[in-house]
Antibody, heavy 118, light 107 residues
Framework: QVQLEESGGGLVKPGGSLRLSCAASGFTLRDHYMTWIRQAPGKGLEWISHISYTGTSIYYADSVRGRFTISRDNAKNSVYLEMSSLRADDTAVYYC???????????WGQGALVTVSS | DIPMTQSPSSLSASVGDRVTITCRASQTIGTYLNWYQHKPGKGPNLLIYRASSLQSGVPSRFSGSGSGTDFTLTISSLQPEDFATYYCQQSYSAPFTFGPGTKVDIK
């Protein structure tokens, strides 16, 4: 079955760190750019980062640049988001998604909730 | 960054209605515009890519049009399963920003 599954979400204190994982199944991960998107409570979707096929090209939104790190391990069919210096406004559901034609996103996970609170 | 706007922010409609949502980019983006449907508790679902191409498996009542800065998503006959929030997204240049969303609910 073609799917993505996020894990690693949870409650973390301000200034803390957390690592999200995205496990891919049913397709060849190395054939796709991969993207992380988040949705804060009551807010819309925010594109935050993507990574190229082998990780040589990476882009971050200004809101997370310098604090978040995206990576991938094609042999393990996984993509990661390392988050540090977390703030209350990083509280959100984090989705990983597969890039399709023209950087549209044709496959999404169910999301992982990250709550930053003391 | 390319800010995106959508209108309306919400609408109420009945089953069978024709619904139109508009999306505007702050600069020209060609046809690098995608539309998604999002329901609570699920990941979003790609409906339209490159402004007017229907994603595989998406019902033909959904259609997209536009180029440059102005785009439209049309649902020709609203069905009960279509009540959701709809987002546009530009994929012209990173960061690939989303619009603020349009919530479609039952009248």
């Amino acid at each position: 079955q073609v799917q993505l599954e996020e894990s690693g979400g949870g409650l973390v204190k301000p200034g803390g760190s957390l690592r999200l994982s995205c496990a891919a199944s049913g397709f060849t991960l190395r054939d796709h750019y991969m993207t992380w998107i988040r949705q804060a409570p009551g807010k819309g979707l925010e594109w935050i980062s993507h990574i190229s096929y082998t990780g040589t090209s990476i882009y971050y939104a200004d809101s997370v640049r310098g604090r978040f790190t995206i990576s991938r391990d094609n042999a393990k069919n996984s993509v990661y988001l390392e988050m540090s210096s977390l703030r209350a406004d990083d509280t959100a559901v984090y989705y990983c998604a597969r890039d399709f034609y023209g950087s549209s996103l044709d496959l999404w996970g169910q999301g992982a909730l990250v709550t930053v609170s003391s | 960054d390319i800010p995106m706007t959508q209108s309306p922010s919400s609408l109420s409609a009945s089953v069978g209605d024709r619904v139109t949502i508009t999306c505007r980019a702050s600069q020209t983006i060609g046809t690098y515009l995608n539309w998604y449907q999002h329901k609570p508790g699920k990941g979003p679902n790609l409906l339209i890519y490159r402004a007017s191409s229907l994603q595989s498996g998406v019902p033909s009542r959904f259609s997209g049009s536009g180029s440059g800065t102005d785009f439209t998503l049309t649902i020709s006959s609203l069905q009960p399963e279509d009540f959701a929030t709809y987002y546009c997204q530009q994929s012209y240049s990173a960061p690939f920003t989303f619009g603020p969303g349009t919530k479609v609910d039952i009248k």
